[in-house]
């Protein structure tokens, strides 16, 4: 990181304080993304998904450890209610939980078909898994394994784990990436990379997030609430005011729940995801391509506060 490249947080004032500093924690990989605090052992894990490897951070010693060196490429995760590691799986092309050291399918078909690669993934209060199922893992070679678009479409999907039934929920989206809900789950707040240049029709597509009514369990009334400038929006998270968190090229930006810029963390190295950890939940920690950044804050995850 050179001088010129500094890490820089621009506006933000009542959620980040004016003195703070961007920590760069860990360097080495090559696109992280997927990261989740997970409590029990005060660490993020997340994907380094280039080199199909899942590392781990811990906050107490600040080590970096190789959690899994033959990944599957995992992309996105985040923790059931019972706090158990949930994770999108490119290379198995499914939603899989990590727990007591085994890895269990929760959901790879629907309607008999694979899903095309799962990338990230939320858990809502009554225990549904939500997640997105973009072509980047079988369409870049570096991402996963090449396969078809079984059902020749990205899609949202809801599965049900007591029921076992799966539901597309959103349809409309090109790309679907990032996903998080409302403080209140009343709204679900989806990213569309499909204008990062990559993926299925590359050099066309959206660089937005969309947000939908939640209104019995169906997505209804799709907006676009934000537009980036510059790159593409990819994982996200809202703290408990409704704020938008949500990662893109030059680092992460906030933005309040009407879309309006709230301000930005800026970084050297493009942005993948986010996620909220620490011993009181409010520090976000950032998978930027080769790094794992953290920056203390003020705010705090509305899905686990
Ligand atoms: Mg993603």
């Known amino acids: ?39 029990d052992l005060r660490a993020v894990r997340w994907s380094d998904i280039h080199n199909n490897r899942i590392l781990q951070f811990h906050a107490d010693d600040g080590s970096t450890v190789v959690y ?28 899989e939980r990590d727990h007591d050291d085994e890895i269990t399918a ?6 008999g078909v694979q899903f095309n690669s799962p990338n990230d993934v939320v858990v809502a209060r ?8 973009p072509a980047y893992g079988i369409s870049i070679a570096v991402e996963g394994h090449p396969g078809e678009r079984e059902y020749r479409d990205q899609y949202v999907f809801c599965h049900d784990e007591t029921t076992g ?16 809900f409302s403080p209140d789950e009343s709204i679900l707040y989806v990213a569309d990379s499909s204008g990062s240049g990559s993926g299925i029709h590359p050099g066309v597509g959206n660089r937005h997030i969309r947000a939908y009514d939640l209104i019995d369990g169906r997505c209804k009334n799709g907006r676009t609430v934000i537009t980036i400038e510059d790159g593409v929006p990819d994982g996200l998270r809202v703290d408990t005011d409704g704020n938008i968190w949500t990662s893109t090229k030059y680092g992460v930006g906030v933005y309040d729940p009407t ?13 993948a995801n986010l996620c909220f950890g620490g011993p009181d939940g409010t520090d976000v920690y950032i998978t930027a391509s080769s790094s794992l950044y953290r920056v203390r804050t003020r705010a705090r995850d509305a899905a686990t506060a």
Request: negative net charge; aromatic residues 6%.
């Open 1 to 39: 990181m050179s001088d010129n490249t500094l890490p820089v947080i621009e506006g933000l004032a009542g959620l980040i304080d004016p003195d703070t500093v961007v920590e760069r924690l860990w360097t080495g990989a090559i696109w992280s993304e997927g990261p989740v605090w997970i409590p």
């Open 68 to 95: 899994s060196d033959n990944a599957e490429f995992t992309n996105g995760r985040t923790l059931d209610r019972q706090g158990r590691v949930i994770q999108c799986s490119h290379g198995r092309r499914r939603v």
């Open 106 to 111: 929760i959901v790879e078909t629907w309607n």
């Open 126 to 133: 009554d225990g549904a898994i939500w997640f997105t199922d």
């Open 165 to 180: 039934i799966t539901r597309p929920v959103i349809l409309d989206v090109e790309a679907p990436n990032g996903l998080a």
């Open 259 to 271: 879309g309006r810029e709230l301000g930005v963390i800026r970084l050297p190295e493009t942005t």
